[in-house]
């Protein structure tokens, strides 16, 4: 498995002028809501969200992902599982293993409201909490939580209070009846937390703001396609080890 992040700062000022190159390689839907955003910082995480759909699992066009009941996306015409999340200056998207899902939180630098944390943390978390009262610690818990919501394909409208994630730390436990693998990340301001329904090896944690700057440099005199993505399926020619190319994807690194 891996998880690809993206940070704003990767790309240009978004003007009049680089916005429809920097938005041309997303599927129409995702450029449009991207560029009705009113604030600056979610229009650039959510071009950063649909170019790093682009250009590591190739989904360029809205026919390209389906959903499912709850919301849950999966690439249209079968591929690896995959969750994407952003927030603050980060865009993760995490690919392959087991059913999982990925959050991104930005680390809060107030005191959490005692309704939010009513609504997100069971009693056993909350005693936790009230011994702890670090907004870092609720940040982890909501990032653990989130992520393993995403995992099962439900909606997040009925809240994170009903269950524990406790432990706040990496590793396996049962939650709902379910088997689940945790893994937890230190972002600049933020933390990333996953969420595996079954057994998987730590994932490979790469940047994709290498490939997005040289990519965005170029696009004044070159064509806005990023090129071939990441992912290969399989059957495809590779150049790098199973179902990836990272040879013909020069700048993915850590």
């Not at 250009?55 to 709850?70: I, R, S, T």
Request: include cysteine; proline fraction near 12%; charged fraction near 20%.
């Amino acid at each position: 498995m891996r998880i690809f992040l993206a940070s704003l700062d990767a790309l240009p000022e978004l003007t009049d002028l680089t916005w429809p190159r920097l938005a041309a390689p997303l599927a129409p839907h995702r450029a449009q809501k991207a560029l009705a955003m009113a604030r600056e910082g979610d229009r650039r995480r959510a071009l950063l969200a649909g170019l790093a759909l682009r250009m590591v699992l190739g989904v360029a066009a809205d026919g390209d992902l389906a959903f499912g009941p709850d919301g849950k996306p999966f690439l249209a015409k079968g591929g690896p599982e995959f969750s994407l999340s952003h927030s603050g200056g980060h865009v993760a998207l995490s690919v392959g293993g087991p059913a999982h899902g990925l959050d991104v939180q930005e680390l809060r630098d107030k005191a959490v409201p005692e309704s939010l944390a009513r609504w997100a943390l069971c009693p056993e978390e909350l005693a936790l909490l009230a011994q702890n009262p670090d907004p870092a610690l609720f940040t982890r818990l909501w990032a653990m939580k989130e992520a393993y919501v995403k995992a099962t394909g439900r909606g997040l409208s009925g809240g994170f209070g009903h269950f524990s994630a406790l432990p706040p730390a990496p590793g396996p436990r049962t939650v709902e009846g379910r088997s689940v693998w945790f893994y937890l990340a230190d972002l600049p301001g933020a933390t990333l937390a996953l969420a595996c329904l079954g057994p998987s090896f730590p994932p490979s944690i790469l940047s994709l703001d290498g490939r997005l700057r040289r990519w965005a440099e170029s696009l004044p005199g070159q064509d806005p396609d990023p090129g071939p993505p990441l992912y290969r399926p399989p059957g495809r020619p590779k150049r790098s080890g199973p179902d990836w190319d990272f040879g013909a994807n020069p700048g993915v690194g850590l």
